[in-house]
Nanobody, 119 residues
Framework: QVQLVESGGGLVQTGGSLRLSCAAS????????MGWFRQAPGNQRELVAR???????MYADSMKGRFAISRDNAKNTVYLEMNSLKPEDTATYYC?????????????WGQGTQVTVSS
């Protein structure tokens, strides 16, 4: 199994910034893609950004130019730098990793961290 621990959420004013972190742990694990989804009340979970093991990134259109995803492979940690935050960015943010554990490949999720942007 892979355990993911998220941190960095909170309350911020419009135009502010936050940095989310997500650290993965678990023995005999090979991590491939890492990324973030978010879900606001009443909405479906949507992809925010993802990053491959080689560092290639992809962003949802509404996050391009404002959010930046990065990873530290030595620490099995993925980060999401969020700038120019808007009230519509308010949501619970979930990190995930695609990983192979003892030969079985799967997606593992963090517990979620709340981001609230006040107007």
């Amino acid at each position: 199994q892979v355990q993911l621990v998220e941190s960095g959420g909170g309350l911020v004013q419009t135009g502010g910034s936050l940095r989310l972190s997500c650290a993965a742990s678990g023995g005999s694990t090979s991590i491939d893609n890492m990324g973030w989804f978010r879900q606001a009340p009443g909405n479906q979970r949507e992809l925010v950004a993802r990053i491959t093991s080689g560092g290639k990134t992809m962003y949802a259109d509404s996050m391009k130019g404002r959010f930046a995803i990065s990873r530290d492979n030595a620490k099995n940690t993925v980060y999401l730098e969020m700038n120019s935050l808007k009230p519509e960015d308010t949501a619970t943010y979930y990190c995930y990793v695609d990983a192979s554990v003892l030969g079985s490949f799967g997606r593992f999720w963090g517990q979620g961290t709340q981001v609230t942007v006040s107007s």
